[in-house]
Structures are given as C-alpha cells and as structure tokens.
C-alpha cells in the first residue's frame, strides 16, 4: 500500500508541489540598470576604466570603444560593481 502512495506522489504529486513551491525569476535591484542611458564623467578607453553617471549614482564603467567626457552610453551589462558600456545612438545619430 505504502509503494502505491509513493508512486502516486511521484506521478501526480511532485508536478502539482513544485508550482507551489517554486520561486519566479525575478531581477534584481541592480539588474534595473541594464538598458539604462547615462552619461561619461570620466574618460574611458578600451584599456582603462572610466566614470559614468546613470541616474542620481555615478559608476565605475568600462567599453570597448574610447569614450570621452560628456558622451552619452547606455548600459550593456554590470560585473561587480563596474558597468559595461556603449555609445549611445539616439535616431541614428552618434
């Protein structure tokens, strides 16, 4: 009796438990930042991080193209505490 119930559980049960107990991907705080336009305070080059303001908070950038000072970007990524970023093309325009 005890290996049916078992066996019930493990067809029927698990799909119906793990709805309940499954947690949604959500993003994180930080995550939000991601597509975001900001704007370089700090010169930034391929080989040396830069400063970017996005929002109210200035962040620790990096990008693959120099960017200088007054550039607008929009954030590709974050690692740690340091953004990745690029030109930011509004119609068409750089």
């Known amino acids: 009796m005890t290996l049916v119930i078992c066996l019930i559980y493990i067809f029927l049960g698990r799909k119906y ?10 993003r994180t705080n930080i995550d939000t930042i991601i597509g975001k336009t900001g704007v370089v305070l700090q010169k ?3 080989d040396t991080a830069g400063l970017v303001k996005v929002g109210n908070e200035e962040w620790r950038a990096i990008a693959e ?4 000072k ?6 590709t990524s974050i690692h740690g505490v340091t953004l ?11």
């Open 17 to 26: 438990l793990h709805r309940l107990t499954a947690s949604t991907a959500s």
């Open 44 to 46: 930034i080059s391929p």
């Open 65 to 68: 193209q120099s960017l200088e």
């Open 84 to 94: 990745t970023v690029k030109r930011y093309l509004k119609e068409g325009k750089i």
């Open 70 to 75: 007054d550039t607008a970007v929009i954030v």
